[in-house]
């Protein structure tokens, strides 16, 4: 069982920055993808941007240029940076850890940090 810890959200203007964190209760070294999730009101849950074991990173079309994950193995903590804030980044933001084990995934989520983006 891993519990993450999301914190950083909050209120921010147009072309702010914030940074989310999310402190995992297991060494992130042995989680094989960790990743940034976010869901606005009335829309479904997709994907930010995710950071794989080695090293590997991956965005959505609509964040690359402005956000950054990048992780610090000895705090077991998973960082997002996000610049360039706009109104349709306001959204629910959930950190997410996916841990290969005996051939299955298994998948854990935080309880998620509000951010909100004034104009």
């Known amino acids: 069982q891993v519990q993450l810890v999301e914190s950083g959200g909050g209120l921010v203007q147009f072309g702010g920055s914030l940074r989310l964190s999310c402190a995992a209760s297991a060494s992130i070294s042995s989680i094989n993808v960790m990743g940034w999730y976010r869901q606005a009101p009335g829309k479904q849950r997709e994907l930010v941007a995710t950071?794989?074991?080695?090293?590997?990173?991956n965005y959505a079309d609509s964040v690359k240029g402005r956000f950054t994950i990048s992780r610090d193995n000895t705090k077991n903590t998973v960082y997002l940076q996000m610049n360039s804030l706009k109104s349709e980044d306001t959204a629910v933001y959930y950190c997410n850890a996916n841990i290969r084990s005996s051939g299955y995934w298994q998948t854990y989520w935080g309880q998620g940090t509000q951010v909100t983006v004034s104009s």
């Open positions: 950071l794989s074991s080695g090293g590997n990173t």
